[in-house]
């Protein structure tokens, strides 16, 4: 039986082409399973999961949450905000008395890039990350490239443009890691400010001009602003950016072909994408969050059977 070739899931960047396969072909089995009336399967009856978000989250949270219960694992639930966190724990210790509640995995968000393989190499359990700062969000980018695969077919040989924020996004890196390695070609476009300075040795083409990457491009990831990451202003106002990185239905009527339009979501309705181009046919926004759920049951069941072993 084949597996995957890492312990944890802590970024794109620790996976091979053969992984991601493998995570595709098994949530196709999940997918069918989700659709079922009875959408449960015992598989994880003796697996505790910990969900621990440091950071905010609605989609991602639930996303694994409900991943997990259709897998029938135990699940507990943590909030740092509600938590001894703000009384000055250190989280290796915040995590270890979780674990000494006999938790086998643990999914956990949090504001500092880096903090989900810090954790991997003081913990017994079996880490994935769901978002450590502006670093990785790699089960966004395996349910972004597994809704391409869904609509166009294949991702080897699309030309996919990321837009927006690249500079804050954990969810472009992760993106770019996980598009390059099944064969597409990636553009970043985006404010010069928001673009990073050498992002061009990942790889990508790099346009500042929309329209000629929309032309270009067969989809388009369009990505939020993080405002809560900046410190400072990097373009003069919301309305100027929406001028000139913003998608909307006039423009996206004007291309040469039909584009494939993703978000990762939380949109800003009217900044990034206007209301008709995010609920427009083009859009699969929604296919990509039905599609997390059997992803990230994916990635949980394939990492619990090495845990079993
Ligand atoms: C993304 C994130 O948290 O990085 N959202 C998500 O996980 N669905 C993107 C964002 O916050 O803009």
């Not at 505790?48 to 905010?56: G, K, Q, R, S, V």
Request: charged share 25%; hydrophobic share 40%.
């Amino acid at each position: 039986m084949s597996e995957l070739s890492v312990n944890h899931l802590l970024g794109i960047k620790y996976l091979n082409k053969k992984d991601i396969e493998l995570i595709f072909e098994t949530a196709d089995h999940f997918k069918e399973v989700i659709n079922r009336p009875i959408k449960k399967v015992p598989s994880l009856r003796d697996i505790t999961i910990a969900n621990l978000f440091f950071e905010n989250s609605t989609r991602t949270k639930l996303s694994f949450e409900l991943a997990e219960k259709r897998l029938s694992a135990d699940v507990i639930n943590f909030s740092a905000s509600q938590s001894s966190v703000k009384k000055g724990e250190t989280l290796i210790d915040t995590v270890n008395n979780i674990l000494s509640m006999k938790v086998d995995m643990v999914v956990m968000r949090h504001p500092n890039p880096g903090a989900s393989v810090f954790l991997s190499q003081h913990v017994s359990a079996s880490i994935i990350n769901a978002g450590d700062g502006a670093h990785e969000h790699p089960t966004q980018a395996l349910l972004d490239s597994y809704s391409i695969r869904e609509r166009l077919g294949e991702v080897s040989g699309k030309n996919v443009v990321i837009v927006g924020d690249i500079l804050h996004s954990r969810v472009a890196l992760s993106n770019i890691y996980a598009l390059k390695l099944q064969g597409a070609n990636v553009m970043v476009c985006g404010p010069k400010t928001l673009l990073p300075k050498h992002i061009d040795k990942l790889g990508v083409k790099v346009e500042t001009n929309l329209r000629k990457a929309l032309n270009w491009c067969d989809v388009a990831n369009m990505l939020r602003v993080q405002n809560e990451r900046m410190e400072i202003s990097y373009f003069p106002s919301t309305r100027e950016y929406t001028q000139q990185f913003g998608v909307n239905k006039t423009l996206l009527d004007s291309l040469d072909k039909k584009i494939t339009i993703m978000h990762p979501g939380p949109i800003n309705r009217g900044v990034e994408i206007t209301s008709d181009v995010a609920d427009s046919k083009q859009a699969i926004i929604l296919d990509q969050v039905q599609n997390g759920v059997a992803v990230r049951m994916a990635v949980i069941y394939l990492l619990a059977s090495k845990i079993k072993q």
